[in-house]
């Protein structure tokens, strides 16, 4: 993909078709389904639930074949042995996240594994007793951090701190979270915070703020839920102690997709870490002699429980197929061009206030339109007009606002779309 700055933009459609026959991902497209009513649709909420890859259904297929073929010899006799069948995932894993194959682990949703990683990483003792989050976080990382600490005896209202944006302001500027960490200093114990914070789309720096939270001597992790599948992630070289991520957003896995998870190798092999334990946590060479003691496997893999739901990890494995193909670094490129087309064709409209950061390294693929008036009409107006997107309140009880989110996803969507979604906007904005 061509490297462009903001000044080589054009509002010329020409430029964005130019842009597509440049695009050395576009053959992509053509290996999903996008649900689309009318062809000329556009689906940028690939953000919320991405397409289905068209190789996950035969994948599904084949193991309800060999399920119906084969019945319990399908474990170690099916075309992909279900026994070791999530092993499958940890190359596409690490690549996707920047982790090591023995740091990730494919498993659960997305807020048991919070929860199960907040078990292990959240160890409140003597001072250190405090959670951080962003004040405003996706409400089931909210109820699980309140509901973990209270399950620990602790009275959640005194223990979790939230972080809020300065008055006036809308994301979250990285020294100010800097300063809070310090400011809790010795009392606190572990840190949570949003690779893409989900409302405003606004990318942090895992490297930058793991940093800060090791340096008061407390862990940190990270919902990734908008970020995995999004930005080239480091995992591994940030530090960070955990991470967990849905895979039903960018990662196109399928509604309640099995989820992912990171645990930083310097724990992976830490066997004394205290955690939830199940059979496929047991290393694999003893789980079958069926003794009592838990013996975890020094792989991520020792935080799971239970055996791999096949029909579930199938699409997962087609989808990251997908990604591996395509790579992240490139998908990225991509994206931020988009991304940056999608911007500068919005940004001078009169009603629409962007309060996604405007730097590429700040935001990833998604787009947050702050609508002043008749917010939720103006987002009726562009689904009608064949604009898939999706809408959230704005957290401010003010009447009449909301935030519309838009997310070219790289994989499948194209430039033309971006200027015709713009087009889209432009003219349910003027109406
Ligand atoms: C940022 C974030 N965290 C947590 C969740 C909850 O995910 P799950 O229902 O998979 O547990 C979501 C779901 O959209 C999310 O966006």
């Not at 996604?356 to 947050?368: E, I, K, N, V, Y």
Request: proline letters at 5%; aromatic letters at 8%.
């Amino acid at each position: 993909m061509a490297t462009l700055t903001a000044a080589d933009l054009s509002h010329d459609r020409d430029f964005a078709r130019s842009l597509d026959a440049q695009d050395e991902l576009a053959s992509f497209r053509a290996r999903f389904t996008l649900p689309l009513r009318r062809p000329d649709d556009i689906y940028f909420v690939g953000s919320s639930l991405g397409p289905m890859p068209l190789a996950a259904r035969a994948l599904v297929n084949e193991e309800l074949d060999d399920w119906a073929g084969l019945g319990v010899a399908g474990h170690l006799g099916a075309r992909r042995p279900w026994f070791s069948y999530h092993e499958q995932l940890r190359g596409p894993l690490a690549r996707l996240v920047g982790a090591r194959e023995h740091e990730v682990v494919a498993m659960n949703s997305l807020t048991a594994n919070l929860h199960f990683l907040m078990t292990t990483f959240y160890r409140p003792s003597g001072r250190r007793t405090k959670l951080l989050i962003e004040k405003g976080a996706f409400p089931s990382d909210t109820y699980a951090v309140m509901s973990h600490v209270a399950a620990r005896g602790l009275d959640a209202n005194a223990e979790v701190v939230e972080i809020a944006p300065r008055a006036g302001e809308w994301t979250l500027r990285e020294e100010d979270i800097e300063r809070t960490i310090a400011e809790l200093g010795d009392t606190l114990a572990l840190a949570l915070l949003p690779g893409v914070q989900y409302r405003t789309g606004q990318a942090l720096d895992i490297a930058r703020l793991t940093r800060a939270v090791h340096a008061v001597g407390a862990r940190c992790g990270w919902d990734l839920a908008h970020a995995a599948g999004n930005l080239a992630l480091s995992l591994h070289d940030s530090n960070a102690d955990f991470a967990a991520w849905c895979s039903y957003k960018y990662l196109n896995s399928g509604p309640g997709a099995v989820a992912g998870a990171f645990i930083h190798e310097r724990h992976v092999r830490d066997t004394t870490l205290p955690r939830h334990a199940g059979w496929w946590g047991n290393d694999p060479k003893t789980r079958f002699r069926m003794e009592d003691r838990f013996v975890p496997t020094q792989h991520a893999d020792a935080w799971s429980l239970s055996n791999p739901p096949i029909l579930a990890v199938a699409p997962l494995i087609a989808s990251l197929a997908e990604f591996d193909a395509a790579g992240m670094a490139r998908l990225r490129a991509k994206s931020a061009l988009m991304t940056a087309l999608l911007e500068f064709r919005l940004r001078d409209l009169r009603g629409l206030e962007i309060i996604t950061p405007a730097s590429g390294a700040a935001r990833g693929a998604q787009l947050s339109l702050l609508i002043a008036k008749d917010a939720h009409a103006r987002y009726e107006a562009f689904k009608a007009a064949g604009l898939a997107c999706d809408y959230r309140e704005s957290g401010r009880g003010v009447a009449g606002e909301g935030i519309v989110r838009l997310a070219p996803a790289p994989l499948f969507n194209t430039f033309d779309e971006v200027w015709r979604a713009a087009e889209i906007v432009r003219t349910a904005l003027r109406g």
